[in-house]
C-alpha cells in the first residue's frame, strides 16, 4: 500500500495536470510560470485558465519542486517554513474553487498527513457554512484562506510569504495591504483576475504601480478550446449580445472600464447570506410589492419570532410583456408563494403607483408610507449593518444583485434595476415591531399554527355550510387540507 501511494505521490508531483496525462502548458502560461517578479498579475479572459495557473504556481511553491522557477526547488524536507495565503470572494468558493477544484488535485495528500495518517486541515464556520480555514503541511508550512467578505482589520498586519489573489477583490485596500505584506518580507503575491467594471482607483493602481509585472493571454490560448473550435464559437456565441468592450474583457482580458460617473449607494454594507431552510408556519411573515407597466418587484420576508430578524426568502420580478398590469394577474402570481392556501400575511405593502392601477386593496394590502428615497436608503443601510436583516442564498439571490447593482449619479438615484430594491426599503421604513407579549393571540409555535389553521378551516366550512348546504356533501376540499397540514405537522 506505501508502495503505491508514494508512485501515486510521484506520478502527481511530475504531472502538469495529473487527471489530464500528457497535458502541457501552452506559451504565455509558461511566460507567466518562469517570470520571477516577487508581484505578478495575472489578466486574462473568462475560462482562459487564469485561476488554474495561479493554482498550479502555488502548489509547486508548496511542494518546493517549481518546474520554471529554480529558487522554488529544493529538499523538501530541509525546506524552511512559510506561510502562503489563497484569497478570494467567498468562503464558498475558496473552498470549491481554490481547494476541491485544484489545490488538492495537484497537492498529494502526504504533503499535510501527519505520521498518525490524519490530514492536517483545519475548518471552521461562517454563517452556518463549514470552511476549511488553514491547511498544515509536513515541512511547517500553513496555508490559509481568506475571503474579500472578512473585515480589512483581519488582512492587515500579517507576515505573509506567499499571496494568491483570485478574482479582484472590491477594494484597493485589500490589494495594497498584501502587496506591502509581501514586499516587506521578499515573498510573492500573484493575483489572476477578469478585469470587468473596476473601481478607477483599482485600474490606475495596478496600471501604474512600478512593481507589478503583468502577463495577458486571450482565451484562444487555452488548447481546451484552441484545438476545438466548436467548442469556441459556443463561447462566441454565448457572448455575442454583450458590448464590444465586455466581450474582449470575457475573451482576451483587456479592460472593460465605464467611468461613468456612477457610485454604489450601499457601499461598505456586506449583507448577511444564510442557506436557504424551510421556514416554520408560526413564523410571521410580510410581503411586499413594487407594481409598474412593465415590471413587478417582490420580496416575502419572514420574522424569527426569538431573535426578531427578519429574512428575505423570496424576490423576484413579474414581467408584463409591454402590457400595464391587472391588480388580479399581481395578486395570483405573488399567492403562488403562500405556504398553505389559507396563509394569511402580517403585513402587505405596496407601492402606491397610480393606486395600483385602481386596485382595491380591499383592507388587506396597504399603501406604502409617503416617500422618502434617502430615508428609505437609510433605513435600509441600518437594517442590514445592524444584521436585522439576513438574505436566503438562493431565494434573496435577486435582491442581492439589485443592491449590488444599486446606484447613483451626482447624488441622484439611477432608475434602473431597482424594483426589488424599493420594495425592501418600503418595508424596512414601517417594518412590524417584533411580537411578544402585545400580540397573545397569533400563533407562536407550529403546533398553533396547525390548531389556529383548523379553527380558520372550521369557520370557512361553517360559513359556506349556512348559506350553501350542498357544499356539506363535497367533502375533497376538507380532506384536502387536512391532509396537508398533516403532512406539514410531521
Known amino acids: 500500500m506505501l508502495q503505491l501511494e508514494n508512485k501515486e505521490r510521484k506520478r502527481v508531483e511530475k504531472s502538469f495536470i495529473p487527471w489530464m496525462p500528457g497535458a502541457k502548458p501552452f506559451r504565455e502560461q509558461k511566460d507567466f510560470f518562469r517570470d520571477q517578479t516577487k508581484t505578478k498579475l495575472c489578466r486574462t479572459g473568462n475560462r482562459a485558465a487564469k485561476t488554474f495557473s495561479t493554482h498550479r504556481d502555488i502548489a509547486w511553491k508548496l511542494m518546493r519542486n517549481h518546474p520554471y522557477r529554480p529558487d522554488w526547488r529544493e529538499d523538501y524536507e530541509k525546506s524552511k517554513p512559510k506561510k502562503f495565503w489563497v484569497l478570494g470572494p467567498t468562503f464558498e468558493f475558496l473552498k470549491e474553487a481554490s481547494w476541491d477544484t485544484y489545490l488538492h488535485k495537484f497537492i498529494p495528500p502526504w504533503y499535510y498527513t501527519n505520521d498518525s495518517g490524519n490530514q492536517m486541515i483545519i475548518t471552521k464556520k461562517h454563517q452556518g457554512y463549514e470552511y476549511i480555514d488553514k491547511v498544515i503541511f509536513r515541512n511547517g508550512d500553513v496555508l490559509e484562506f481568506k475571503s ?156 424569527n419570532p426569538e431573535t426578531a430578524d427578519w429574512f ?46 385602481s386596485a382595491h386593496s380591499s383592507g388587506i394590502w396597504r399603501p406604502c408610507i409617503e416617500k422618502h428615497k434617502q430615508a428609505q436608503i437609510m433605513a435600509l443601510r441600518k437594517l442590514m449593518q445592524d444584521g436585522k436583516l439576513k438574505f436566503f442564498r438562493i431565494g434573496g439571490a435577486a435582491a442581492l444583485r439589485q443592491i449590488y447593482q444599486y446606484k447613483q449619479k451626482d447624488g ?79
Open 148 to 303: 474579500y467578505s472578512q473585515n480589512l482589520l483581519a488582512l492587515m498586519g500579517r507576515s505573509i510569504d506567499v499571496a494568491v489573489l483570485d478574482e479582484m477583490p472590491p477594494k484597493i485596500m485589500v490589494i495594497s495591504e498584501i502587496v506591502t505584506r509581501v514586499l516587506d518580507k521578499g515573498g510573492d503575491m500573484v493575483m489572476g483576475f477578469t478585469p470587468l467594471n473596476p473601481d478607477e482607483d483599482i485600474k490606475n493602481y495596478l496600471d501604474n504601480h512600478p512593481s507589478l509585472a503583468l502577463h495577458t493571454w486571450p482565451l484562444l490560448s487555452n488548447p481546451l478550446y484552441r484545438d476545438d473550435p466548436e467548442k469556441y464559437q459556443r463561447v462566441l456565441d454565448e457572448w455575442k449580445h454583450l458590448p464590444k468592450a465586455e466581450r474582449e474583457a470575457r475573451l482576451n482580458g483587456a479592460w472593460y472600464y465605464e467611468n461613468d460617473g456612477t457610485e454604489s449607494v450601499f457601499e461598505n454594507i456586506i449583507p448577511e447570506v444564510v442557506d436557504d431552510f424551510e421556514v416554520p408556519l408560526h413564523w410571521r411573515q410580510a410581503r411586499v410589492l413594487d407594481p409598474a407597466s412593465n415590471v413587478t418587484g417582490f420580496t416575502i420576508l419572514a420574522e
Open 412 to 490: 441622484k438615484i439611477i432608475k434602473r434595476k431597482d424594483h426589488i430594491v424599493d420594495c425592501l426599503q418600503y418595508f424596512a421604513r414601517q417594518i412590524p415591531s417584533p411580537r411578544g407579549s402585545s400580540a397573545p393571540e397569533a400563533p407562536t409555535t407550529q403546533e398553533d399554527m396547525i390548531k389556529y389553521h383548523f379553527e380558520q378551516l372550521k369557520k370557512k366550512w361553517a360559513k359556506h355550510a349556512a348559506k350553501e348546504p350542498e357544499v356539506r356533501q363535497n367533502t375533497k376540499p376538507r380532506r384536502y387540507a387536512v391532509q396537508f397540514l398533516q403532512r406539514r405537522a410531521r
Open 312 to 357: 428575505v426568502v423570496h424576490s423576484g420580478e413579474l414581467f408584463w410583456k409591454g402590457r400595464l398590469a391587472k391588480a388580479e394577474d399581481i395578486e395570483r402570481e405573488v399567492d403562488k408563494y403562500r405556504p398553505i392556501p389559507d396563509f394569511r400575511y402580517c403585513l402587505n405593502i405596496y407601492d402606491n403607483a397610480e393606486a395600483w392601477f
